[in-house]
């Protein structure tokens, strides 16, 4: 199955941008990657799923027009605009896959962001 | 508004047994493959589970299978998680899920807040 990979941690200062990566490995290049944001002491929230044509589908309930996405290759890109104090979340990213003998999810190891 | 609660956490020691229940509203739960997915404290999320929308077809993780058992009462809107042998590395808060449009592929666009496993002697 995929291996996701998120950089552990990422900083930007408030109103400004910030891109999160998340990349598949070598032979998935035509996944489509859902991201995730979890909040301090609060479950996960689906944010949106990226192909390498962009958004798929709808937004997750809630998410403002400041998130966005983007995906080139093996790298699935959430881009955030305008960041607010309350951006600062734990990202993950996940991945389903149905071949073989595994048939489920996998995700990255996710992606802290601070907001400085 | 669509609500998933997990319940049934706790503390148990290794080797024991504990079923986790996930209550669904707000949706037609029949209509829609859950997923189990856990998350050990500090780390990242780590799908262990799922069945699709009659619970006539079941996967698990590695990590899990011939342990955990999935299953669902539609006419209850309630998911079930049975784990037995229960090991340290399974200490975690367990996530009950919904899978978008009723694909076992879709998107998790909704989760519940959790329910804390503790494996410890």
């Known amino acids: 199955q995929p291996v996701l990979t998120q950089p552990p941690s990422a900083s930007a200062s408030l109103g400004a941008s910030v891109t999160l990566n998340c990349t598949l490995s070598s032979g998935y290049s035509n996944y489509k990657v859902d991201w995730y944001q979890q909040r301090p002491g609060k479950g996960p929230r689906f944010v949106m799923r990226v192909g390498t044509g962009g958004i798929v589908g709808s937004k997750g309930d809630g998410i403002p027009d400041r998130f966005s996405v983007s995906g080139s290759g093996l790298n699935r890109y959430l881009t955030i605009k305008n960041i607010q104090e309350e951006d600062e979340s734990d990202y993950h990213c996940?991945?389903?896959?149905?071949?073989?003998?595994?048939?489920?999810?996998?995700f990255g190891g996710g992606t802290k962001l601070t907001v400085l | 508004e669509v609500q998933l609660v997990e319940s049934g956490g706790g503390l148990v020691q290794p080797g024991g047994s504990l079923r986790l229940s996930c209550a669904a509203s707000g949706f037609t739960f029949s209509n829609y493959w859950i997923h189990w997915v856990r998350q050990a404290p500090g780390k990242g999320l780590v799908w262990v589970s799922r069945?699709?929308?009659?619970?006539?077809?079941?996967s698990y993780a590695d990590s899990v299978k011939g342990r955990f058992t999935i299953s669902r009462d539609n006419a209850k809107n309630t998911l079930y998680l049975q784990m037995n042998s229960l090991r340290v590395e399974d200490t975690a808060l367990y996530y009950c899920?919904?899978?978008?449009?009723?694909?076992?592929?879709?998107?998790?666009?909704?989760w519940g807040q959790g329910t804390l496993v503790t494996v410890s002697s």
């Open positions: 899920a919904r899978a978008e449009g009723g694909f076992s592929y879709g998107s998790l666009d909704y």
């Open positions: 069945i699709n929308s009659d619970g006539s077809s079941t």
């Open positions: 996940g991945a389903d896959h149905g071949s073989g003998s595994y048939f489920g999810e996998v």
